[in-house]
C-alpha cells in the first residue's frame, strides 16, 4: 500500500500519454504551443512497467489522460495492456471527444469501462473560439459513440471562462434533464506563465451555482451529499442526469484527496498543483532495480504535500495542465 505521511492511502493514479493535443483551449496553452518530442515521453512498455509497479504497491485505479490521449498511437492496445494488469480495477479516461467516434467502440472493447469528455459550451461559434480548432459537432459525435460503447456514466467537463462561456452553462446543465449525464463544471485553476485569462477571468463555484438556480430553481443534492471523486453532486429536480461542481481553487478537496500522476514524460506529480516531482523515467532507463524504483514511488508519495498553496498565492511555475495530465 502507498501511504502518504499524512495517512492518506494513495491508490489513483492518473497517467499522461502524451503533452500533445490537436486542440489549443484558451485556458489551457497558447496556440504556438511546443511540445516534448517523442523520444522524451515514456514509450508503450515502459508504460506498462509503471503500471505494473504501481498496482503491486496497490494502485487500483487508473485515469488516462494528457494532453489529449487519443492522439497517442496505439492508444488501444496500451488501454488492453493497461486495463488487463493484475490490480487494475478500473480504468477510465478524460478526452476532448474529438476521435472518440472513431474510438470509444475500440477502446470500450479494450477494457475502458467510462470517459469524461471536456465541451465548453453548446454554441459552435464560443466552442471554436474555446477550443481555437475544434468543431463542435465532432465532439457531440464522440459522446454519443461514447455512450453508445457503453462508456458510462458518461462525463461531461466544462471550464467556466469570464466572457466566454459564463452563461454556456445553463443549456449544459439542462442536458442532464433528459440525458443519464453529469455535467461537471470546473473553476479554472493558473498554472506555469498563469494568463490573464486564468487569473482575471475566473468565474467561482458559487456564481456558477447561482446562475444555474437562477433558471432551473434550487438544485438538490445527489449522491447523500457525498463528493463523487473532486466533484460535489447536485441535480435539477426530476433530471435524468447529475451536475457537479468542481472548485478546486474556492473549496479544495485536499484532505480526501487519494491520487497521483505520472506525466507524459515519466514523473510522479504528487499534486495537480505543487511543483514537486520524482523522476521514475530516468532511473528505469539508467537500469534501477526493481526495488530502487518502489522505493522512489514510496518515498515520493510519503512526502505528498497536504494540499495546494493557491490561497497562498503559490502557483506551479513548471508545468501547464496540460504537462502534468488533467
Ligand atoms: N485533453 C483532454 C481534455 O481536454 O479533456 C484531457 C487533458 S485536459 C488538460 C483535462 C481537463 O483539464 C479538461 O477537462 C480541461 O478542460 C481541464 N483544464 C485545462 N486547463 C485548465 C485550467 N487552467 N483550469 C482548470 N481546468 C483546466
Ligand atoms: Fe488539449 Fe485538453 Fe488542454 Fe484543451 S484542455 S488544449 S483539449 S489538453
Request: glycine share 8%; charged share 25%.
Amino acid at each position: 500500500m502507498a501511504i502518504d505521511r499524512f495517512g492518506r492511502n494513495i491508490h489513483y493514479l492518473r497517467i499522461s500519454l502524451t503533452d500533445h493535443c490537436n486542440l489549443r483551449c484558451i485556458y489551457c496553452m497558447p496556440e504556438d504551443m511546443t511540445f516534448r518530442p517523442n523520444a522524451d515521453l515514456m514509450q508503450d512498455d515502459e508504460i506498462i512497467f509503471f503500471t505494473r509497479l504501481f498496482a503491486s504497491l496497490g494502485f487500483d485505479k487508473i485515469r488516462l489522460t494528457g494532453g489529449e490521449p487519443t492522439v497517442r498511437a496505439n492508444v488501444v492496445n496500451l488501454v488492453r495492456s493497461i486495463a488487463s494488469t493484475d490490480g487494475i480495477r478500473s480504468v477510465s479516461m478524460t478526452t476532448n471527444g474529438l476521435l472518440l467516434k472513431k474510438l470509444a467502440q475500440p477502446l470500450a472493447e479494450a477494457g475502458l469501462q467510462r470517459v469524461n469528455v471536456s465541451i465548453d459550451t453548446l454554441d459552435p461559434a464560443k466552442f471554436k473560439r474555446l477550443t481555437r480548432w475544434g468543431k463542435l459537432d465532432d465532439v457531440w459525435e464522440g459522446i454519443l459513440a461514447a455512450e453508445q460503447a457503453g462508456l458510462a456514466p458518461v462525463k461531461l467537463n466544462a471550464v467556466v471562462v469570464k466572457g466566454y462561456n459564463e452563461d454556456d452553462v445553463i443549456d449544459l446543465a439542462a442536458l442532464t434533464i433528459s440525458h443519464p449525464w453529469q455535467m461537471r463544471f470546473i473553476e479554472m485553476m493558473p498554472f506555469a506563465g498563469a494568463t490573464e485569462i486564468q487569473v482575471n477571468q475566473v468565474i467561482t463555484m458559487k456564481q456558477i451555482q447561482e446562475n444555474i438556480e437562477s433558471e432551473f430553481g434550487k438544485l438538490e443534492i445527489s449522491n447523500n451529499g457525498k463528493m463523487d471523486g473532486e466533484a460535489q453532486v447536485f441535480h435539477i429536480p426530476h433530471a435524468k442526469g447529475d451536475i457537479g461542481f468542481i472548485s478546486s481553487v474556492t473549496h479544495p478537496f485536499c484532505s480526501a484527496c487519494t491520487r497521483a500522476r505520472l506525466t507524459s514524460d515519466g514523473k510522479l506529480r504528487l499534486c495537480l498543483l505543487r511543483e514537486k516531482e520524482v523522476d521514475l523515467l530516468t532511473p528505469l532507463r539508467a537500469g534501477a532495480s526493481l526495488d530502487e524504483l518502489r522505493k522512489l514511488l514510496l518515498d515520493g508519495v510519503w512526502e505528498k504535500p497536504w494540499g495546494h498553496g493557491l490561497a497562498d498565492g503559490v502557483i506551479p511555475l513548471n508545468r501547464i495542465m496540460s504537462e502534468i495530465g488533467g
